[in-house]
């Protein structure tokens, strides 16, 4: 080996890229009341061409989803360019559904200009009030009367006047026509009797035998005229029931056609009306006795309203007061409240059901305009998507119950005309949800053609910051807050540059920015502020880390007390502070987590004791894969890596998931094969690849403040720091007490390329580079690891050769 300089360490971070303030000085403005409102699309130009282009378009299968991270705005954006086209385009129709006399099971569908649905319930509605009136006074008039008591008269005298002729007839035969209790019979007659009057049967059976035949020969003849006679009397009947409907018939219409002379006119225009109106006549006149009659027991009640409900019409959607297409958000997209739903009532321990209890759906309410449905709540209803599919497929709406449409159900029930379905679905979901529609349900690609993207982030340029404080003023007047001094937005455009995880983008996440300015208002009314401060937004945050400390001060008292076996001093080989974080109820926090390494002579495996116990997560597994394939890839490239290896998170008890501690890994395993002591007072974050390159983490604001409360808890001492990826340190948005640390001397950030710049911060000891001719500088990092795997090289072939191979292996050293 050739001996060489040391190397040059990579130099701590200054305390100016640990935080990237705000200028406040190119903000215009003093407080954010002076600010016009920002319409809310800020960094969403590419979500809202699509949006815009989705509405706009008019083909049926092309409606849209908005996919993107909860809290970014997209509810609130979508609706407000859903408003904006929506009041540009006209009404539609009233739905309404009326009785099909024809087809009672089939309502029809009548669809009326807006607001004329309402108008014509109302008038048949006081239609309905009148006919019971109107009813009883054309069939209780006295010249109605007076001729249903003459064709009753008349039918009556007819039917005498027929069997006072019959009853004539006979006595020239000597027989009277009696009418008893069973009908009429006829009898011998007794001779000389002023009146007909019947031979007794003692007197009867005294008459000669010839006497008796030839009166039995009559009343058979008679029997038969009379029955003759009698099977005429139903047509009689009929004729009379003919003209008693005729007159009840002419009676009524007058008083129909004044009632339906003003609804005609009314609704000249609307042929389906008229024809409707035609429909009501013709049942009213067709049921004047018995329709009557049945109508009035329908009325158990006795209210107006409810008589003759045939007549009435129903409203499925009213719009009487709408302006512009319409807009509707379905908070519960159930298969019910999406496709609409026939109700029913019990009569006589039996369910019914009429026209009058078919609801609405949101289908129907947002038809001619938009509909926004959220895709989680959709696809935890049952049948709901499949509802809506069809609907959108067919281009109608057709109301039936789940089970009727699956042709599950046997019940005789409704069936209403289908409504033409003319509109504009947006559905609303985080991105999986989107990407698992598209890849399993073919449909779905079919249907909802157009993607609207929300951005998590924006860049953070002086232009942007300023229009980020349009986007605040708009949130504190849409919440009733109040506004915000100059120094609260720059402290708000820094918070938005935490929550991004990146010192150079802003947050689009206005959920959260709204939460934290609500709670720095309630501060500052608390104050009697007039406008809320910078101190008023630190005081927010600091009451949100105290409410969600009671875990992470657990933590760290367990590593105070010694419960958690955590050095932040002293040296050790095969012993590194790799950094984790958690997030529990929407607030993430970081803290150190010791991680170890043994080696020994083996086949080159590298053991990962948390995946051997099933705590290792996917992502774990590969980082630990990745530094075995470094390893061997780097310093066994033409023999083999005869070393076994066992990593493991010291005192973890949970399941571990992610790459970002691969660095500490390495580090620890390189540490324990040099048996060169790694620095306790430093921690380390990062992932590695198979050259060795070490590649960005996330949460390394959180990590660097564990290591830090930890550090700070048992004293600075201008010793500790945190090693992080280079490509993080644009990430860096730490809080203003480490950021003072770092000023001061008290706390180091360390940013390393390579795991050889890592190693060498850790031990103090230069990696080293191999010259032209491959060698290493004696006595380095990369020196020491090399000639330790030549020794395990060559112990490995010597307990496989034998003890001549020993010999050579001493010799070697």
């Known amino acids: 080996m050739a001996d060489a300089p040391s190397s040059a360490f990579p130099a701590a971070l200054p305390a100016e890229r640990l935080r990237m303030y705000c200028d406040t000085g190119h903000f215009g403005f003093d407080t954010t009341a002076a600010l016009a409102d920002h319409p809310g699309d800020l960094g969403q130009e590419r979500a809202m061409e699509a949006l815009r282009f989705g509405l706009a378009i008019a083909h049926d299968d092309y409606h849209v989803f908005v996919l993107g991270d909860a809290g970014c705005g997209k509810h609130a954006t979508t609706f407000r360019l859903l408003r904006e086209r929506a009041a540009a385009k006209p009404v539609p129709p009233d739905l309404c559904y009326l009785h ?26 006081a239609f309905i009030r009148e006919l019971k009136p109107a009813i009883d006074g054309a069939l209780g008039s006295e010249p109605h009367s007076e001729r249903i008591e003459a064709l009753q008269d008349a039918h009556k005298a007819r039917e005498d006047a027929a069997l006072r002729e019959v009853s004539e007839q006979c006595a020239t035969d000597g027989l009277v026509l009696l009418q008893t209790t069973e009908g009429f019979v006829f009898a011998p007659g007794k001779n000389g009797s002023p009146r007909p009057e019947a031979l007794e049967s003692e007197a009867f059976e005294a008459l000669p035998a010839a006497g008796r035949e030839r009166i039995e020969a009559a009343v058979d003849a008679w029997n038969d005229r009379l029955a003759a006679l009698l099977d005429e009397f139903p047509g009689w009947r009929a004729t009379l029931r003919e003209s008693l409907a005729k007159a009840a018939r002419e009676a009524l219409t007058p008083a129909l056609a004044h009632l339906l002379r003003e609804p005609r006119a009314r609704y000249a225009d609307l042929p389906e009306v008229l024809l409707f109106l035609d429909a009501v006549e013709k049942d009213v006149l067709d049921t004047a006795v018995s329709g ?51 109700e029913h009532v019990v009569q006589q321990g039996v369910q019914v059901s009429h026209f009058n209890l078919i609801r609405s759906g949101a289908l129907h309410r947002a038809n001619g305009g938009y509909l926004v449905v959220d895709a989680e709540r959709l696809f935890t209803q049952p049948y709901a998507w499949e509802g809506l599919k069809r609907t959108l497929r067919s281009g109608e709406i057709r109301i039936e119950p789940p089970a009727e449409s699956l042709g599950w159900s046997g019940a005789l029930t409704l069936e209403p005309q289908a409504v033409p379905c003319a509109l504009k679905v947006v559905m609303i979901g985080d991105r999986e949800i989107y990407y698992t529609l598209v890849e399993n349900d073919p449909e779905f690609a079919e249907l909802f053609k157009i993607a609207a993207d929300f951005d998590d982030d924006l860049p953070r340029t002086p232009e942007n910051e300023c229009e980020y404080a349009r986007l605040l003023a708009m949130l504190a007047r849409t919440g009733g807050l109040l506004p915000l001094d100059r120094a609260a937005v ?7 540059a935490r929550i991004a995880e990146d010192a150079e983008r802003l947050t689009l996440h206005t959920r959260q920015l709204s939460g934290l300015m609500r709670e720095a208002d309630h501060y500052t009314r608390q104050n009697g502020g007039a406008c809320i401060g910078r101190a008023e937004i630190e ?4 009451a949100r880390s105290r409410r969600a400390g009671r875990y992470p001060a657990q933590v760290r008292e367990s590593m105070l007390d010694g419960t958690t ?25 970081g803290y150190p987590t010791r991680i170890s390494a043994t080696v020994r002579l083996g086949d080159g495996d590298v053991v990962d004791i948390e995946r051997e116990s099933d705590l290792g997560g996917a992502l774990h597994s590969k980082g630990v894969m990745i530094l075995s394939a470094f390893l061997a890839s780097r310093y066994a ?76 808890a048992r004293g600075l001492d201008g010793s500790h720091g945190v090693v992080i990826p280079a490509a993080s340190v644009r990430h860096l948005m730490l809080r203003e007490d480490v950021v003072e640390a770092a000023r001061a001397g008290r706390f180091y950030i360390y940013p390393v390329r390579t795991v050889d710049e890592a190693m060498s911060v850790l031990t103090g000891v230069p990696a080293g580079e191999a010259d032209a001719r491959g060698l290493m500088p004696r006595d380095l990092i990369n020196d020491k690891i090399a000639r330790a795997l030549n020794r395990m090289t060559f112990a490995h072939h010597a307990y496989a050769e034998g003890d001549e191979a020993r010999r050579k292996m001493r010799g070697h050293r």
Do not use: W
């Open 100 to 125: 099909n006399f024809d087809e009672p099971l089939h309502p029809r569908l009548l669809m009326l200009p807006a607001g004329r649905g309402a108008a014509f319930r109302a008038d048949m509605q």
């Open 292 to 342: 009557i009659a049945r109508d009035e027991e329908e009325d158990g009640d006795g209210e107006e309203g409810a008589r003759f409900p045939r007549y009435q019409v129903k409203l499925l959607v009213d719009r009487s007061t709408a302006s512009g297409a319409p807009v509707v958000f379905e908070d519960n997209p159930g298969y019910g409240n999406l496709i609409g739903r026939i």
């Open 490 to 496: 720059g402290r708000m455009v820094e918070e938005g």
């Open 539 to 542: 005081t927010a945050l600091a």
């Open 565 to 589: 076996l955590i050095a932040t001093a002293g040296a050790r080989a095969g012993q590194i502070n790799g950094l984790v974080v958690v997030e529990l109820a929407g607030e993430r926090f």
């Open 637 to 712: 490239r033409h023999q083999p890596l005869s070393l076994s290896a066992s990593l493991v998170f010291e005192q973890s008890y949970a399941p571990v998931e992610g790459d970002s501690a691969s660095l500490a890994e390495l580090c620890a395993l390189l540490s324990a094969l040099t048996r060169l002591p790694i620095e306790q007072r430093l921690a380390v974050t990062g992932s590695v690849n198979q050259f060795g390159e070490v590649q960005v983490i996330g949460g390394v604001n959180e990590k660097i403040e564990g290591f830090f409360d930890l550090c700070a």
